[in-house]
């Protein structure tokens, strides 16, 4: 009996739990056939770069960790909780991580100014809570900013991918621009494109021979005119005139 309402309440406490937190970055759950609930990794928005997909997995991987790598009693936390228990130390590193490795991280997206401030918003947020000595750091780990950047990151990037697509079908068919002007310089639908063209171009390899190593062939085989260049052309049309005025000289001499 006593096993039985332990897990009702602990389902309860879950259930409220989800009411305030924040979606897990990397893995969404879903219901098979049979009925169970299982959970797989988020699929990537279409219509992105290489390098904006290469960004977002980063983060959800690395928001999914410090926020929600684990689970005690229905309660989700992760390495910024362990780490902000600390006292002055934690908090400190906490920011610092929540920065580095998801707000900066997610900056190289080329993010607008407003969206990189909604981020910093909720890490001043975290860094805030956890001043309160353990309700702090509980609001902290209940609060998740960097899930939450995430899913800033992530909802940004799904607009830009679906922009992108309008480009392509407007271009296809030979219509006008449908996105507007104003949304697409804060979205950059396609931003990150020319770098993955960089990179698949196909690189010329150089190749390097040796001057002081020839084949056997080409020491055989007499230079052209062409090959010897127009110096050693004109020294040798010099020697030959010479040598026939020699010759013709040698001929004069001898009727004489």
Known sequence: M?????????????????QYQPEDPLYEFYTDNRGKQRRRKRAIPPGLSARDAKILKSVQRRAHYLDKGFSICGLRFGWAFIIGIIPGAGDVADVTLNYFLVVRKAR???????????MLLNNAVSALSGLVPVAGDIVMAVFKA???????????????????????????????????????????PGAG????????????????????????????????????????????????????EAESSTITVQKR
């Not at 190289?108 to 909604?118: G, I, N, S, T």
């Not at 219509?175 to 950059?188: I, L």
């Not at 390097?208 to 052309?233: D, H, I, L, Q």
């Open 2 to 18: 006593t096993s039985y309402l332990q897990k009702a309440g602990t389902r309860l406490f879950e259930k409220n739990l989800e």
């Open 108 to 118: 190289q997206a080329e993010l607008p100014a407003w969206l990189v401030r909604r």
């Open 146 to 188: 960097n899930s939450r950047n995430a899913a800033l990151l992530e909802e940004f990037l799904r607009i830009r991918g679906e922009e992108f697509l309008k480009l392509q079908a407007d271009m296809a068919q030979g219509r006008g621009q449908s996105v507007p002007a104003k949304d697409s310089q804060q979205v950059k």
């Open 193 to 244: 494109m020319s770098d993955d063209a960089a990179a698949a171009a196909p690189q010329q390899k150089t190749k390097f021979v040796s001057w002081s190593r020839s084949s056997r062939k080409e020491k055989e085989r007499a230079p052209t005119s062409g090959e010897m260049g127009r110096f050693v052309e004109d020294v040798e049309l010099g020697t030959a005139a010479r040598s026939r």
